[in-house]
């Protein structure tokens, strides 16, 4: 018995597979491929807002951070020079990056001395949306940081700024000890912060997170530490400010989640690979109600919260090698059937690692690559809420009309004048194009397929049948 497919309003989904697709009308199939040497700059974004990148110019020894309209767009001309701000330093000189809410940029950056090659100080660079220096920041848009530290992190903390790394003896002994300062908008350092503008935490915590309450909060392995936004200990947090945790911690990414739970990545070996996914109630205290347990051969690396689930991504033991792993957790920690534990079977991301994720409504944007010094790096666009159609799908639209199961032959009829159709394997690959809109496919496998319908008035439509 034949099926009719009628395109676009769905009425009933009876079927569905625990399975990513790329979005084939992303860059090339779903993957935008980064020049060798460039690499994302700051948080992902949607495929539609504006990007930063960093890279090196070798020709003027020069950091360039670059700023383009989209992942796939060119660069915005609006900002520096053609789109481009070079910078005195090495590519690894930048440590921290922010782009604030109304687009001003602050860089944390190392110098170091060009004789001895040792870190001579520290400067927090503050621009304009521009690209140019904002002048009202430091001095001409830079603050030199004048402390014996060696600092590690940038944070934003409403309209300042924290800053903090580990101290140093005048030998250069380090003092196992972490110091924070606050600046001002104006990169002044701010003297209420701590105590005399300095806040000196004891050891150095594994990760630091910031409540909604901009509280900062110290991961260690066996304790929490809570001290409020201006840096006093928060005597109301477990015991005098500190909660004791055991079996131990090992935190390596940490979110405060729509319930004011902390969602967290422990990096502590589970045995069979390594990471899983933990709870924390507001109170320090783990959240045993949260429970998951990751494939075998397994890496997490981020962790993002959307609709109260929580996605998982970094990489699995694949084909010899190891590739993409992408999961969707709910509130209990089970793993969502929609997304299951998938791993990405595309050749062309073989070896690659899933290094950061954002959730949109409709659609995950994964910044992936093979390491940070072979400069392989891409941005993956996959589709959310579009189940594969099943043989007992029934889909009405009076534009298209698709047989589906497909057999031998694609048969299908539309009110617009169709150009060509592009047929994908699952893993974004073309596998066939079509000119016809009854044409012989008999040749391919059976599986699921994603059609690409281009029409002569330049718009296309997209979906997924199934072949028998």
């Known amino acids: 018995m034949r099926k009719i497919i009628l395109l676009l309003t769905l009425f009933t989904v009876n079927v569905f597979y625990s399975q990513l697709y790329k979005d084939i009308l992303f860059a090339s199939n779903g993957i935008h491929h980064l020049p060798t040497g460039t690499f994302l700059l700051g948080n992902v974004t949607d495929t539609n807002s504006s990007v930063f990148y960093r890279s090196f110019d070798s020709n003027t020894n020069q950091l360039v951070i ?56 520290f400067d927090v660079i503050r621009f304009l949306p521009n690209g140019q220096p904002d002048t009202s920041f430091g001095n001409g848009g830079t603050k030199i940081l004048a402390h014996s530290v060696l600092f590690t992190d940038l944070y934003e903390q409403g309209n300042t700024i924290l800053i903090a790394g580990e101290g140093y003896y005048p030998t250069g002994a380090m003092d196992s000890q972490l ?20 806040l000196v935490i004891p050891n150095i915590p594994g990760y630091i997170l910031q409540d909604q309450q901009s509280s900062i909060i110290c991961f260690y392995a066996y304790t929490i530490k809570k001290y409020n936004l201006n840096g006093q200990i928060m005597t109301s947090f477990g015991n005098n400010g500190e909660v004791t945790v055991d079996p131990p911690l090992a935190i390596s990414k940490a979110l405060i989640d729509s319930n004011n739970k902390i969602a967290c ?43 109260g689930y929580y996605y998982v991504a970094g990489n699995k033991s694949n084909n010899g090698g190891y590739s993409y792993y992408i999961s969707k957790l709910d509130q209990n920690g089970t793993v969502d059937p929609a997304v299951g534990n998938f791993v990405e079977n595309d050749a062309a991301l073989q070896n690659h690692t899933a290094d950061a994720i954002k959730v949109f409504d409709n659609h995950i944007i994964v910044y992936g690559g093979q390491g940070m010094y072979n400069g392989a790096f891409e941005i993956v666009k996959y589709l959310l809420n579009s189940p594969v159609l099943s043989t007992k799908e029934f889909i009405q639209n009076r534009a298209i009309q698709i047989e589906n199961p497909v057999k ?61």
Not at 69 to 83: K, Q
Not at 434 to 452: F, Q, R
């Open 66 to 121: 670059s700023k383009a309209i989209s992942y796939t767009g060119p660069l915005d001309n609006t900002f520096g020079t053609g789109g481009k701000i070079l910078l005195d330093y090495q590519l690894d000189d930048i440590i921290g990056f922010l782009r604030h809410s109304d687009d001003k940029l602050t860089l944390l950056c190392k110098k170091v001395d060009p004789v001895t090659h040792g870190v001579s100080h």
């Open 179 to 198: 110091h924070m300062f606050r600046l001002n908008s104006d990169g002044t350092e701010d003297s209420s912060f701590g105590n005399n503008g300095e």
């Open 265 to 307: 990545l422990d990096m502590q070996g589970t045995g069979s690979g390594y990471g899983t996914v933990k709870r924390i109630n507001p109170d320090g205290t783990i959240d045993t109600t949260f429970n998951y347990n990751p494939p075998t051969e397994t890496m997490l690396l981020d962790l993002y919260e959307k609709n």
């Open 408 to 468: 031998d032959k694609l048969v299908l009829t539309s009110k617009e004048k169709i150009s060509t159709i592009e047929i994908y394997s699952s893993n974004g690959i073309l596998v066939k194009k079509l000119i016809a809109e009854s044409s012989d496919v008999s040749n391919l496998t059976s599986g699921v397929y994603v059609l690409k319908i281009n029409f002569q008035n330049g718009k296309n439509k997209t979906f997924k049948i199934i072949k028998k």
